[in-house]
Nanobody, 121 residues
Framework: EVQLVESGGGLVQAGGSLRLSCAASGFTFDDYAIGWFRQAPEKEREGVSCINNNDDNTYYVDSVKGRFTISSDNAKNTVYLQMNSLKPEDTGVYYC??????????????WGKGTAVTVSS
């Protein structure tokens, strides 16, 4: 059974940092793309960043470039999202997703339950 479990969310002041973790199990981690998505209140879900574990290619949405870094620890089957210089507009529920097909893509096959991030001004 595929499982994706996010952790690391919380409340932080603007300018602060958080590191999100996505612990994966139930599939061959090295063969999958792992993505981070977020959904702010009353807004559509958007792709934030992703990494293709088979070639380490990464993607970032323009609004987080230079502030967020995605990384993958294949030994731990875990993907991290280091978020620095956080802004109030980064607030939302952050979801981890996985798919055998390369990212970026919106329709990833497996999803976690999310972790909430709140950035206060």
């Amino acid at each position: 059974e595929v499982q994706l479990v996010e952790s690391g969310g919380g409340l932080v002041q603007a300018g602060g940092s958080l590191r999100l973790s996505c612990a994966a199990s139930g599939f061959t981690f090295d063969d999958y793309a792992i993505g981070w998505f977020r959904q702010a209140p009353e807004k559509e879900r958007e792709g934030v960043s992703c990494i293709n574990n088979n070639d380490d290619n990464t993607y970032y949405v323009d609004s987080v470039k230079g502030r967020f870094t995605i990384s993958s620890d294949n030994a731990k089957n875990t993907v991290y999202l280091q978020m620095n210089s956080l802004k109030p507009e980064d607030t939302g529920v952050y979801y981890c997703a996985a798919d055998r097909l390369a990212c970026p893509r919106r329709d990833m096959g497996y999803w976690g339950k999310g972790t909430a991030v709140t950035v206060s001004s």
